[in-house]
């Protein structure tokens, strides 16, 4: 298993600013992930951040909006840029074990 | 991509009752996990099982890969049982990425 946790664990954020949330993890990984959760609704994958390269975005999510860093093996930053009430969700770090993915217990952010 | 679909998306019971989710999935998986999240949206890891049979207390699941559907059965459900179970499935020569389903909310009354 992994043990995760993220930082802040919720914010109140005005619109247009931005907001970075950090992951750590307890052992080295290779993979690691971040999801979003809007309310209401399930999980969608924005990003797997990649050690030592850029991450790779899924459909519908861009650098410029969600920059990614994973600076070693156990850290990884979100970044939520210019944001507005549409980005209100909990954002999810996650990582890949041996067979599992396990997630962190997420950053609620409200956009006023 | 895949398409991950589960069933029903709520279910009131009374505590004590039993349940059964599903989940169906549109192709081949590596991994299918399922997960609860508490009402303080902590997502608990309950079994990693893209095939077979696992039982841990009053949870168990069944995946049968060749007909791509999984089931979550819960037991004698207890108040803390509450909350939405989602089925998350990890495509074949893909990418290891999740995919999850839309989950279903379960709500157990004393």
């Known amino acids: 298993s992994a043990v995760i946790s993220q930082k802040p664990s919720r914010d109140i954020c005005q619109r247009g600013t931005s907001l970075t949330i950090q992951c750590q993890v307890d052992?080295?990984?290779?993979?690691m992930f971040w999801y979003r959760q809007q309310p209401g609704q399930s999980l969608t994958l924005i990003a797997t951040a990649n050690q030592g390269s850029e991450a790779t975005y899924e459909s519908g999510f861009v650098i410029d909006k969600f920059p990614i860093s994973r600076p070693n093996l156990t850290f990884s930053t979100l970044t939520v840029s210019n944001m507005s009430p549409e980005d209100s969700s909990i954002y999810l770090c996650?990582?890949?074990?041996?067979?599992?993915?396990?997630f962190g217990p997420g950053t609620r952010l409200t956009v006023t | 991509g895949i398409q991950v679909e589960q069933s029903p998306p709520d279910l009131i019971l009374q505590e004590g009752a039993n349940s059964t989710l599903r989940c169906n999935f549109s192709?081949?998986?590596?991994?299918l996990q399922w997960f609860h999240q508490n009402p303080w949206g902590q997502l608990i890891n309950l079994f990693y099982i893209p095939s077979g049979t696992k039982q841990n207390g009053r949870l168990s699941a069944t995946t049968v890969a060749t007909e791509r559907y999984s089931l979550l059965y819960i037991s004698s459900s207890q108040t803390t049982d509450s909350g939405v179970y989602f089925c998350a499935v990890e495509k074949s020569q893909g990418a290891q990425k999740l995919v999850f389903g839309q989950g279903t909310r379960l709500t157990i009354n004393p």
């Open positions: 996650s990582v890949l074990t041996a067979y599992e993915q396990y």
């Open positions: 192709d081949s998986v590596n991994n």
């Open positions: 052992s080295q990984v290779t993979m």
